[in-house]
């Protein structure tokens, strides 16, 4: 029980002050109509955190990845702003849809010529809630704290706004300004939001409980409370489920938070009775999943894990399920987890299919570089189909300058080939994967 | 040197038979401020060919396209099906939330799957390097089709967009448009990825809406717009060897941002 408590306590915490402040503003991005807003801050933040690792090598909770994804949110909050008053034939969530689509693609054009590429998508989508810190929390309460206070203290201008934006045109309010300060507020929430959560559970903290919330009232009092308590609700649900079952914790906390909103708009829509049948039939089937699931394995607070880097995190978090999986295909005639080099390599042989043999190259890989590198080696003198290639390629991790639309045997690759094998030195003795 | 040229001529037909129809639906999504519409389709059917993967069907295969279109078949009932009478829930927001779901479905298929991490990453990006004349031929057909059915029930589908005299049986036409989409999507996914998939229907029609009202028009100068950025990103993704579809994207959202530039320098009359 202790452990639970010490396990899920802290991402926990840190799921309620996000739904605290990303609830309140949902509901403003709810009445201005602008949903996409949060996905394309976010994406766009992400950007300036990947940008900021790819230009200083900086890892993922540096001030400098902070500054540099500040400064893209706030270019954007200025963007959005002027497109609002200056653009009229298209709207403005047609705007914000463009720039998310730009947005994503610089992202992955940036992820697309560095190495290690997935593991950032990865992780900017799903996020790494469980391994929230300390400084984590007291960074989210310190800044949502003063974001709050701003939203509270100028609230009568937000809502103005949101809810007639001609009007306020028309009543000679800036709106220009005020919707910087918005969208630049809104910004900051995300820039440390995403950071912590990924982009699915922000963008579902922000939008779930809103509209739920806007399903039954209509009173700003009672709609926030009934955000918070959907929002809280939701993240621990989430977060029990995500631990016992092996999940990522965001998408779980997301997926939760969208079954809350498909039980209330049944509620509100058809009959109360039959939402409460489906809702009874829901919590049953959750509590015996959770009873009746395997414990939780391989994943401990205690592990260094707590404060290394976003990227580490992703990694073990990836290689977790396959670990934990002894699939069938991995391991074919034995139930064993396979964990020495020395084992991988012997099981690579044994292998035909080249994509349990790309996936036997990448256990390696984490397991014993040197070992690794020898079998993605091996692998890619065969030229395993381009998918499959790309994934060993990335695996390495290295700015090798591998051309993988050439086969192996092009010259560009071989001396790729030849600069791996100098690195690890795999022609000097012992051979690396005894 | 001729490899190249069948890579361009390939890859060339498809983007200009892709961009007609994608243009078109996409002043309908922009009219109507149903953005995300899109990105649930192409989430919808990566989550098909991700389950499709599960269950050791392979990626590209008819099977998986099948699972894909299953998928794509349940977006369009949702969207058809869910539109708030609330006001103060606006329609985009439950696509919000069903784009979100989508996602959510296709990273927690991906926690289960071995290698998961590096399909969903696929998915998201695509690979149009592997287009093929049979892939063109099949998508032209299919195009050709779906443009006579637009054509013939342009009228019914234009009221829907410009909510003037409004369909009897709107959620069918509904339907049958988000279907539209769908079917374009469960093509255009596995190759394009579902990034460039969305990026080929909004940017061009976003270009065209700046510019005029009018349909037919909207879709010439979309068209050609478009097609103008997908060569010049294409010819840079080639001969510099930059990832495909985020090239392509940021060379037609830099026609994107000449439009902003162009249409808040000259305002309309």
Redesign the interface.
Request: charged share 15%; no cysteine; aromatic share 6%.
């Given at each position: 029980m202790l452990h639970f408590v010490e396990l899920l306590g802290l991402p926990f915490l840190v799921c309620v002050a996000m739904t605290a402040v990303l609830g309140y503003l949902g509901i403003h991005v709810?009445?201005r109509?602008i949903?996409?807003v949060d996905?394309a801050l976010a994406q766009i933040v992400a950007v300036g955190a990947i940008g900021a690792h790819l230009a200083f090598g900086v890892e993922g909770h540096s001030l400098l990845t902070y500054v540099a994804s500040l400064a893209l949110a706030l270019g954007a909050a200025a963007f959005y702003a002027l497109?609002r008053r200056?653009?009229?034939?298209?709207?403005q969530?047609?705007?914000?849809?463009?720039s998310y689509?730009?947005a994503?693609?610089?992202a992955?054009?940036l992820i697309?010529?560095a190495p290690g590429?997935?593991?950032h998508?990865?992780h900017m989508?799903?996020g790494s809630i469980l391994w929230a810190s300390w400084t984590d929390l007291l960074l989210c309460v310190v800044v949502f704290g003063a974001v709050g206070i701003c939203f509270s203290v100028l609230r009568h201008p937000f809502q103005r706004i949101s809810r007639d934006y001609d009007g306020a045109v028309r009543d000679g309010m800036k709106v220009v300004a005020w919707d910087f300060l918005f969208y630049a507020l809104l910004g900051v929430v995300i820039t440390f939001a995403v950071r912590i959560g990924g982009v699915?559970v922000v963008?579902?903290f922000l939008?779930?409980p809103a509209?739920v919330s806007?399903?039954f009232t209509?009173h700003v009092g009672k709609r926030l409370l009934i955000t918070w308590g959907a929002g809280t609700l939701g993240a621990l649900l989430g977060l029990l489920f995500a631990h016992r079952l092996?999940?990522?914790v965001?998408?779980?906390v997301?997926?939760f938070l969208?079954v809350e909103?498909a039980l209330a708009?049944l509620w509100r829509r058809s009959s109360p009775s039959l939402a409460g049948a489906v809702a009874v039939v829901v919590s049953v089937g959750y509590v015996a999943l959770l009873v009746a699931a395997p414990s939780p394995h391989g994943v401990s607070r205690s592990a260094p894990g707590v404060s290394a880097p976003p990227p580490t995190d992703v990694a073990t978090a990836?290689t977790a399920?396959?670990a934990s999986?002894p699939?069938a295909?991995?391991l074919p005639g034995s139930n064993e987890r396979v964990t020495t080099a020395s084992e991988l390599a012997a099981l690579f042989e044994r292998t035909p299919d080249p994509?349990t043999r790309?996936?036997i190259v990448?256990r390696a890989l984490d397991v014993e570089p040197r070992c690794g590198a020898q079998l993605a080696l091996r692998y890619l003198q065969g030229d395993p189909p381009?998918?499959f290639r790309q994934?060993v390629i990335?695996g390495l991790g290295e700015p090798l300058d591998w051309?993988v639309?050439q086969p192996f045997a092009a010259s560009v690759n071989a001396e790729a080939a030849e600069r791996l094998r100098e690195k690890h030195r795999l022609d000097a003795l012992p051979p690396p994967c005894q | 040197m001729s490899e190249s040229i069948h890579f361009f001529a390939v890859q060339i037909t498809l983007l200009a038979i892709v961009l007609v129809l994608h243009t078109y639906l996409g002043l309908h999504v922009i009219r109507r401020t149903l953005i995300f519409s899109d990105l649930v389709l192409d989430q919808l059917a990566a989550f098909g060919a991700l389950v499709g993967i599960g269950l050791a069907i392979r990626y590209g295969s008819p099977g998986s396209y099948l699972m894909s279109l299953a998928a794509v078949l349940l977006g369009a009932l949702l969207l058809a099906v869910l539109n708030p009478r609330n006001p103060m829930i606006p329609r985009e927001a439950i696509i919000g939330v069903l784009y979100a779901m989508a996602l959510v479905a296709s990273l927690l298929m991906g926690d289960k799957l071995s290698g998961g991490g590096a399909y969903v990453t696929k998915t998201l990006a695509g690979s149009m390097l592997w287009v093929s004349w049979p892939i063109v031929g099949v998508t032209a057909a299919v195009y050709v089709v779906l443009l006579i059915f637009h054509f013939v029930y342009r009228r019914q589908f234009i009221a829907l967009a410009e909510g003037t005299g409004r369909p009897r049986q709107e959620k069918l036409w509904d339907f049958l448009f988000f279907t539209t989409q769908g079917v374009i999507t469960v093509l255009i996914v596995p190759v394009a990825g579902v990034l460039l998939a969305y990026a080929f229907l909004m940017i061009p029609a976003a270009i065209a809406a700046m510019f005029t009202k009018r349909w037919g028009l909207g879709v010439l100068v979309g068209w050609g717009l478009g097609l103008a950025a997908c060569l010049i990103g294409l010819s840079l993704s080639y001969f510099h060897d930059l990832p495909y579809g985020p090239t392509l994207i940021l060379s037609l959202g830099a026609f994107f941002a000449a439009a902003l530039v162009v249409r808040v320098a000259v305002p309309q009359s």
């Open positions: 709810l009445s109509e949903v996409f996905i497109a200056k653009v009229l034939q298209i709207s969530e047609a705007v914000i849809g463009v689509a730009i994503a693609a610089t992955l054009f697309g010529i590429g997935h593991v998508t990865q989508l799903a699915v963008f579902a939008i779930i509209t806007a399903l209509g092996d999940f990522s965001g998408p779980a997301a997926l969208g909103l708009g990836e399920p396959a999986d699939s295909e991995l994509e790309r996936d990448l381009l998918f994934g990335d051309d639309m | -």
